[in-house]
Structure formats: structure tokens, C-alpha cells
DNA sequence: CAGTGAGCGAGCTTCCGCTTGACTT
């Protein structure tokens, strides 16, 4: 039997390490941290020093079992990963398993080879104290920031809301990004683009300045039909193009999200695949070093399969602002491999990081560039021509995002040159980009918040909680104008072009408006983008022995917990953003549009009179918003009308009224208890002729849906099949059955063969730990 | 699918970082 138990943090990890060390040591994984801060209370005495009280992750009963098993009477190694959180789940490891601290041995390695391995067994040290106090003050901070804002948000706001010291930012983010879009105004000016003509060959050409306005352009061109134009001046310059550094996981995402289209979910599930398979290194570092090992594997294929001069050895300095460093980079396990992956999404990201880990070791890219400056006789600009050509290709050979070339004909200055042709087409200024996941985690890793395993939940939580949405932008139409000169002759036109349209960009909702505008208001010391930077410094003097973690705490509690409770004393109203948009005419009741439970909404008459017990004092009428209006700009002439609703439109076939309205999903009209969406038609406008035909059409579809009724038992066509239902169990009807055939006795059998409803067991998953 | 927004005041929500499953919302 093994006499020595190695403790690493992935199974993965355990398995690729059980080949390097023989069978003297077994090697088991901790799955991460595997003892935190209980999930229902703050866990933290702040009047005791910020003593933490630590308990085993629910989920980790089961694996701190097998470890305590497997290290009876055995040596053991904690060999979790080499930074801080790693130290901190070593330290909580030797704890569990009542392994004295100050004399467990304790081991790291940045890459995983034999030789990286067999130099940290024989080099041990003990657990770095100063390191898992570090951990401790991190950890303990997020969870007053957390724990202590999220109610607040809570009584101010909307219940279940959360706010962090990661989350909160990454929404400010994206409320300050969509502000910048709104306030931006933008400018039209116009852009000339010409081809002339030398000889046999053709030459495109653009003027080296925008011109304002279409009189000027069109001056312009009137000039130009008669002008003279000359080369004045060809340069040439020689440019080089360097290859990216190999992967980090926030790298992977931005190229993953541009090239291949994934979502930073997809990525790290497909990356994780990769990676547990043993194509690839761990998926979530922030370090760009490739081990000496792949560095030449990676020279030796480049050399054999392009030549000597592809190859160049390249070591990355890590650039990421809080970097730990330790793993590797993202590559793959064995350069030698150029397809690993078992279906068509994990081949390709194989693929591009094979690409991108073997580009970084080759030479860079050899481009000349030409500039051409042509004189136009009588006016002071330039037309400019630029031509590229790839002189050496270099790494573009693998990794490509490579340019046409684009070859100038021959030219000499003084030459002269034939206008052939030129325009002028409008174009507009833009706005900043929107931010898309990928380009989101790049902003967050610059400013040194999150760390790689987080990214990809981060983004999860901001849209779980109803902060942020993932859309698909439809832009806008514009008439660009347009004056076009071919030989002497000019006309103008207008083309018609969509702008702003973009995928999967993220947006704001009213809510993150709302929860930004308070935190910002009240808290904000978090919400600066540098705060987690002045933590991280602190964090470091930590870890460096100079000052205490419950120092560090106390400094920052003393300015936090009173804007906590400056914030529990927020005004309700003021929070919701309530605007008193004027007084109805009609009642001459206040209108306010503000933030409610369900997100914005108009309101007719005091929600809170000043006489609470007055009985008297009617109830105040709430109304949606119209359409395309917005909390902060709606006006009272736009608020009137909506409290039209809900009304009466006539009345039903059978001598019911029929109401119309607006609700959470969309226009309704009801009879009775009966609803029906009506999408195309304005509830305010609706005739009663309309509504009967929706409700008639309404009750006609649902007639075909059920297929045969036997009181409790029916079947009906549901939009995936046929099935039959008892009103809570539901079964579906086999393909090769005919559900018009199926008699009741068929039908009650098929039920009772069905599984039992699984609903609800997915949502109790997260929330219901303790049950 | 579902069409709300005060209320009696129960019992509940929430953070960041480290890991991998189980599972169909």
C-alpha cells in the first residue's frame, strides 16, 4: 500500500500525477475549497476580530470523508495550486484531517511535468500562514460587502436582489457604457474616396481629411472634375506583425466569443472537456508562461514542418493587473497533435488554441507598407493611397486574421495621375461599442476584478438577476447621402444603410439603472473601479507579513458599516427614482412614474397618504409605461392616456363584457376569467368586433389542441407532440402511435408507465442545500 | 406559462473563489 497521500485540487490533476510518482503515493483531489462560510448567515463576528466560523461545504461532506480514509496512517502532501485561495484550501485541508500546520508538508508546481513534480517533492515547505491570512481578509471581505449591501437593497429596492464587490461593478459597467451611447450625439461628415487612373492600372484612393458638410463635398468634387492631381511622395515603410501571447482564460473567451461565436459559458464547458480528457492544460489561469517543455515541443515542430526561420522562442510576460500565475497558459498537452476533441465545438477550440499556443513561438510577420500622397491642384489636402504587401508571413501562417495584400501599381513622384472616378458618401460618428461577454471580462481583468473562475459566473449572476440582458441589437435605418462624379457629370442620390446593429451585446435594464444609481449614491467607495485594486495591494501587504488581516478589516469596516447604515435610512421613494410628473386634469390627483416590485410603472393618486387609517382615501391606480417610454424622460401627456385602462370595449357573444389591457406580457382583452393576448391591436382602440374574433379564434385553436376528452383524462397536441394528461402528470404518445386511435383504457396505461414529474427538483438544486 | 403593484408580518433572499457533476428548466 501506498505510504504517502498527495492532495491536489482537480481529479484531473490527481490523475496525471498518479503516472509521474509511482506507487509509493496515492494522490486524491479536494474539488476545490472544501470549507467556507456557512451560506445563511454572515459568519463573521465583527465585534470578536472578524472571527470567521468556517463549516465543510455541503457538498464536500462526501470528499473530505474519502480524504480523512485515505490519509489514516498515511504521509500527506497538500499540493493545492500555488496561490493564494490554494494555500487557503491546503490550510482548511490540514485542518480537517487534524494534520498540524506548522510541519505538513506542503508542495507546488507551476506546470505539470515529471520533472516539475519530482523538484517539489523533494523541495517542501509549510503552509504559508501569511498567504491563508490573505485568503481570510479577502473572503471575509466580500462577505460584509455582500452580506451587508444585499439587504439594503432588499428593503430599498426589490427583494432577492445581490450586490458585490465583483457584481455590483461589472454592472456599472454596462449602466455608465449605455449612458455614453444615449448622451452621444453623432456628427455626420463626409468621406471622398477616388480611383485613379495610371497607365493600364487602377488606383483607389482616400482624401487624408473628412469634409463637414454635402455643400462643401459637392465643391468639392466640382473641383476635382476640373483639377489636376500629381504624386507627390511614396514611402515606404517596413512593419512588423508580433503573434499574441498564448492563452489566458479571459484570452480564450474574447477569441473563442469573435472567432467562433461561443458565449464564455460555452467555452469554459467545452474548455473543461478538453482539458479533463488531457488535450489541453487547465482552462482557468492568468498566466501566459508555457512550460519549458512546450516551448520546445513547440520549436521542433515549427522547425521540422515550416523551417528554422519560423521559429522563434518566445516567453510571455504575464500582463493581468492581480495575476497569481498559478498554472501554465491554455495549450495543448501535445503540440504534435493538431485535432483532439470529441465532436465538432471542441475540435474547434482545440483548434485555435493549438493555433494560438503554436503561433506564439513563431517568428513575426514581415509586412512593407506603402504610402502614396497625391497633390490636388488649387486645394490644400491630399489624397492618400496605401498599399500592403506580406513580405513574410511568419506566424500568420497559423494563425491568421491576415490581410489581402493590397499592390500599388508603379509609381514615381510627379507622376500624373486621371481621376476616373470619385465620391463622396456621409458617414457618421460612433458611438463607444456595447459590451459583449467577452469584451466585458477583458474590461474587468484590466481593472483587476474577478479572477478567472469567476468570469464566466459573474456574467450568469448580473442576468439572473434581472441587471442585464443579452440582446441582439436591430440598429437603425439612416439615409446616408450621397454625390457621385464619373467623368465631368455629378449626381446625388441616398443610400440606405442599417447602423448599430450588433449580436449579443449586453443591456441594461431599468432595474440595473435603479440599483447603480443607489449604490453609487451610498457606496460609493465599492463601486469605484479601484477598489478592488487598493484591496488587492492591501491583500498583498498581507501576504508580505506586513500588516495584520484583522487590521486590514477593521480599517475597512470603520468607514463601510456606517454608509450601511446611511442606506438602511434611504427614502424608499427616492430609491425607485419616483419623478411627480404633474397633476391629472381630470382628478386632479398627483401622476408619478417611479420603480416598482415589477419593474417601472405610472401611478395616479398617493400610494402612502400622510393619514394611513383614513379609509377614506381611495387606493391609487397603477398603469404600465407606453411603449418605448422611459422612467427618466416619460411625460405627464404621454402617462395620461394609459390610465385609460383597463376598459370596457363591449361585450362577448354571449352578453359579457369584455375588458381590454395591458399586463406583464403584453395588450389582453378578458371575458370573465378568460384571457387572450391580442398582439397586433391597441387595447385602447380595439372594437368589440375585433375582440370577439380574437376570443373566437382563441377558442377555435384550443378546440383543435385537444385530440379526445374523457373528463379528467384528455390528449392534446402540445407544442412538442401529442401526449396525454390527467391535469398534473403528463405522458407522451410514442411516435409509432396514432394518438387519434388511442382509446382511454391505452391512454391511462401510458400514464401510468411516465415518470413521475420532476418539477421542481431543478430549482431546488441551488436554494435548498439543507433539506 | 400568465395578467401583479398596498395588506397580517411568516420566512426568505445575498457575497467571491476554488472545483466538478447532474440534468433539462
Redesign the pocket.
Known sequence: MAKNLVIV????KAKTLTGFLGSDYQVKSS???IR??P???LGVDVKKHFEPTYQVSPDKEQVVKELKTAAKGKHVWLAS?S???GEAIAWHVAHVLELDPKKTKRIVFHEITKSAVTEAIAHPRTIDMKLVDAQQA??IL??LV??EL??VL?KKVR??????????VAVRLIVEREREIKEFKPESSFKISAIFETGKHQLAAELSEKITNLASSRKFLEHAAKADFTVANIEQKPGKRSPGAPFTTSTLQQEAARRLGYSVRQTMTIA?KLY?HGHIT?M?TDSTILSGLAINAAKEYITKEYGAKYSQVRQYQTKSRNA?EAHEAIRPTQIGRLESGADSGQKRLYELIWRRTVASQMAAADIEKTEVKIDISGRNEQFLATGEVLVFDGFLKVYGGGKDDMILPPLESGHRLRLKSADALETYSRPPARYGEASLVKKLEELGI?????YAP?IG?IQD?GYIEKKDLEGEVRQLKEIILSGSKITEQTQEVTIGADRAKLVPTPLADIVTDFLVKYFGEILNYDFTAKAENELDDIADGKLAWQKMLEDFYKGFHPLVEKGEEADRAEAAQTRHLGKDPKTGKPVYARY????P?LQLGE?DPADKDDKDIP?PK???MPEGAELETVTLEQALPMFALPREVGQSTDEQPIIAD???????VKVGKE?F?IKELDPFTITESEARQVIKDKQEAAAKRVVADWGKIQILRGPYGPYVTDGTKNARIPKEQDPEKLNESAAKELLAKAPAS??G??RRRR?AKKS
Open positions: 485540487e482537480s481529479p484531473a474539488y476545490g475549497h467556507d462560510l451560506e445563511r448567515k495550486d496561490d493564494r485561495e479577502r473572503r466580500d462577505r455582500g452580506y444585499s439587504p432588499w427583494r432577492g436582489l445581490s450586490a458585490g464587490r465583483v457584481q455590483s473543461q479533463e487547465y482557468r497569481q474577478g479572477r478567472p473562475s469567476t459573474t449572476t438577476r416598482g416590485r415589477y419593474g410603472v400610494a387606493k397603477f398603469a404600465p395591458i399586463g406583464r406580457f403584453g395588450p389582453y384571457f393576448s420532476k418539477r427538483n431543478f436554494g
